[in-house]
């Protein structure tokens, strides 16, 4: 079993910053690619960022490529989430995902994806 944990969400206004983070715990020697989600209210979830277990490729949904930068420190297994000029259009529960698909960061239907955080709330103001 593999626990993620989520954090750094908040309030912000648009054009501001957040950097979201998420420590794994428990079974962390398995290796696993680490993403993000989000879902707004009445929305499905959907896919934002992944990256591999080696960091070397990376992978974001067209709403946030070039604003949203996804990294990892695997000694602290941590995968950061760095958003960059926000907009109220980004405002949602953000999760954090584990996936034994090591080196597979595309998109996968909500229900292929190992292990789920119990997400952060992010909410930006026009």
């Known amino acids: 079993q593999v626990r993620l944990e989520e954090s750094g969400g908040g309030l912000v206004q648009a054009g501001g910053s957040l950097r979201l983070s998420c420590v794994a715990s428990g079974r962390t020697h398995i290796r696993h690619a680490l993403g993000w989600f989000r879902q707004a209210p009445g929305k499905e979830r959907e896919f934002v960022a992944a990256?591999?277990?080696?960091?070397?490729?990376?992978h974001y949904s067209d709403s946030v490529k070039g604003r949203f930068t996804i990294s990892r420190d695997n000694s602290q297994n941590t995968v950061y989430l760095q958003m960059n000029n926000l907009k109220p259009e980004d405002t949602a529960v953000y999760y954090c995902t584990a996936d034994r698909d090591i080196d597979y960061v595309r998109p996968k239907a909500v229900s292929e994806y190992d292990y789920w955080g119990q997400g952060t709330q992010v909410t930006v103001s026009s």
């Open positions: 990256i591999t277990w080696t960091g070397d490729n990376t």
